[in-house]
């Protein structure tokens, strides 16, 4: 699958490279806070995709997003399954079944502060699943600490939430924190990648001259590499 940020999306054949399915969401691709990455799943199997659509209105001197809509879609028809208004969805995560949709969510409200100076206030933080089929909620739960984190499903981790040099591991049953890990990493968490059996990351370097290994137990990197 391919996204721009227009709110065009379009899924592809993996083995011809033929062009299967082309979906128009009801607004622009969301991006997460800090604008590294679109707010978008696919699921392992590829049968599942998972989109935010927001829009935004002018305050001030920039644009902010007031509303989204959360869509699942069924990649080989390219129909909606369901869609949930106004979900304040941050960052998306499919499991490895396709089964279970987990997301960050916290919602920005802004006030008109003095004439054309805008500030926006966060809500709570929260981490919420649905089932991916039905929309179902499956549960909620509230973050340990305030982390507006990127979510992801590791094999031999289960749900992790990165973010600020921790990664946090979740009960993927019930959202609930079993463990946090300092990373020593120097580098992008909202980059990293794991190993097959969630043991090992690597991750980019900020100037994307270098490459750090790490053990995603115990946080120590084991290996830089420069380039």
């Not at 659509?53 to 069924?74: F, H, I, N, P, Y």
């Not at 304040?88 to 003095?114: C, F, H, I, M, R």
């Not at 984190?149 to 959202?175: T, W």
């Not at 020593?184 to 991750?203: H, I, N, Y």
């Amino acid at each position: 699958a391919s996204a721009s940020g227009n709110g065009v999306v379009k899924i592809w054949d993996g083995k011809s490279g033929g062009l299967k399915q082309t979906i128009e969401l009801p607004g622009e691709l969301g991006k997460t806070s800090n604008g590294a990455a679109e707010i978008c799943a696919l699921s392992r199997d590829g049968k599942s995709l998972a989109t935010l659509a927001v829009k935004k209105s002018k305050m001030g001197q920039t644009e902010a997003r007031t509303s989204d809509v959360l869509s699942v879609w069924d990649t080989a028809s390219g129909k909606m399954r369901w869609q949930l208004a106004d979900s304040n969805v941050q960052s998306l995560a499919l499991s490895p079944d396709g089964k279970t949709l987990a997301a960050t969510t916290y919602k920005v409200t802004w006030k008109e502060s003095s004439p054309g100076k805008w500030t926006g206030k966060h809500s709570d933080h929260r981490f919420v699943a649905w089932d991916a089929a039905t929309g179902k909620e499956r549960w909620g739960a509230e973050p340990e600490r305030k982390m507006s984190s990127m979510l992801q499903f590791v094999d031999g981790l289960g749900l992790i939430a990165i973010e600020s040099k921790r990664l946090a591991v979740l009960d993927p049953n019930s959202g609930r924190q079993l463990r946090e890990v300092k990373l020593e990493t120097k580098g992008l968490t909202r980059g990293m990648v794991f190993s097959p059996d969630g043991k090992q990351f690597a991750a980019p370097a900020f100037m994307g001259n270098a490459i750090e290994w790490g053990n995603a137990e115990s946080g120590k990197i084991t290996a830089r590499q420069e380039f």
